[in-house]
């Protein structure tokens, strides 16, 4: 069993939609969460960041962590043709613990 | 601003052959990381480094080995490549710790193909 599930997709929604992304973990030691997002032949970069448990919120996106639950959210609203990417969760264990574990991602397409 | 640079872009092997894939980051970071993505399994760590002078394994290390070679510069070397090394490798950069000031920041990969 992985470590972090996340459902591959594909995801396809018409602009202006709600896109809603989530992942599962089983390691209880993870205490910060990302999100990152990768456009076609680049790398990730970094999109949502969050600590324990929570919601947090950036413009269109927001990421939202139960840790009772083991399960972690990404809502984007007023989806864009511009949001078309592969998302990935990821997740570590603390300030001095820096690798990454992440999902397999999620591929979204916004049709215009 | 140039960030993360990883060459070749692309790069396509015989089984067997070795080559050392290259990454240079301008952004001063401690830490660097090598990864390997393949469909329907995510990012995976290959190998990262600390800090200059240091090396750990991830968790796929076997067939790679790398190299610090400075602070800026991580490399990745295949010895004996084998077509189960076909992948997107993609190499990354952080200051220590976590935050959201201090996120991995990853270049644009290498897509490796081994015949």
């Known amino acids: 069993q992985k470590e972090v599930e996340q459902d591959p997709g594909p995801l396809s929604v018409p602009e202006g939609a709600i896109v809603s992304l989530n992942c599962t973990y089983s390691?209880?030691?993870?205490?910060?969460f990302m999100w990152y997002r990768q456009y076609s032949r680049k790398g990730p970069e970094l999109l949502m960041y969050t600590y324990s448990s929570g919601n947090k919120e950036d413009g269109r996106f927001t990421a939202q962590v139960d840790k009772s639950s083991k399960y972690i959210s990404l809502f984007i609203r007023d989806s864009q043709p511009s949001d078309s990417a592969t998302y990935l969760c990821?997740?570590?264990?603390?300030?001095?613990?820096?690798?990454?574990?992440f999902g397999a991602g999620t591929t979204v397409t916004v049709r215009a | 601003n140039a960030g993360v640079t990883q060459t070749p872009k692309f790069q396509v092997l015989k089984t067997g052959q070795s080559m050392t894939l290259q990454c240079a980051q301008d952004?001063?970071?401690?830490?660097m990381y090598w990864y390997r993505q393949d469909p329907g399994m995510g990012l995976r760590l290959i190998y990262y480094s600390a800090s200059e002078g240091t090396t750990d394994k991830g968790e796929v290390p076997n067939g790679y080995n790398v190299s610090r070679l400075n602070k800026r510069e991580f490399s990745l070397r295949l010895e004996s490549a084998a077509p189960s090394q076909t992948s997107v490798y993609f190499c990354?950069?952080?200051?220590?710790?976590?935050?959201?000031?201090?996120?991995?920041?990853f270049g644009d990969g290498t897509r490796l193909s081994i015949l």
């Open positions: 390691n209880s030691a993870f205490q910060y």
């Open positions: 952004m001063n970071h401690n830490s």
């Open positions: 990821a997740m570590s264990r603390g300030t001095n613990d820096y690798k990454l574990s």
């Open positions: 990354a950069s952080s200051s220590p710790g976590q935050g959201a000031n201090q996120p991995q920041h």
